[in-house]
Nanobody
Framework: QVQLVESGGGLVQAGGSLRLSCAAS????????MGWYRQAPGKQRELVAV???????NYADSVKGRFTITRDNAKNTVYLQMNSLKPEDTAVYYC??????????WGKGTLVTVSS
């Protein structure tokens, strides 16, 4: 079992920045990939950024150059630094962890609202 708790969401004006955090607890030794997904109203959940245990990352094209995912293994925490935010970034952001055995866990989500 892995528990994920997100924090850092909120309301920000377009062009501003936010940093999301996701703290993992439980069977953290078995986590392979950690990442962030988002779901806007009326849309499907989509990948934002992921980082594998060896450090490689993937980003959605829409956030490349603006968002950065980092992982602090000592704190069992993954971060998402979001810069140059746009109204279309408004969504609930979910933390995701995939174990080496393939099981997937989700946090409850944190709301990011970007005003124009």
């Amino acid at each position: 079992q892995v528990q994920l708790v997100e924090s850092g969401g909120g309301l920000v004006q377009a062009g501003g920045s936010l940093r999301l955090s996701c703290a993992a607890s439980g069977s953290i030794f078995s986590i392979n990939t950690m990442g962030w997904y988002r779901q806007a109203p009326g849309k499907q959940r989509e990948l934002v950024a992921v980082q594998r245990s060896r450090g490689s990352t993937n980003y959605a094209d829409s956030v490349k150059g603006r968002f950065t995912i980092t992982r602090d293994n000592a704190k069992n925490t993954v971060y998402l630094q979001m810069n140059s935010l746009k109204p279309e970034d408004t969504a609930v952001y979910y933390c995701n962890a995939v174990l080496s055995i393939g099981m997937t866990y989700w946090g409850k989500g944190t709301l990011v609202t970007v005003s124009s």
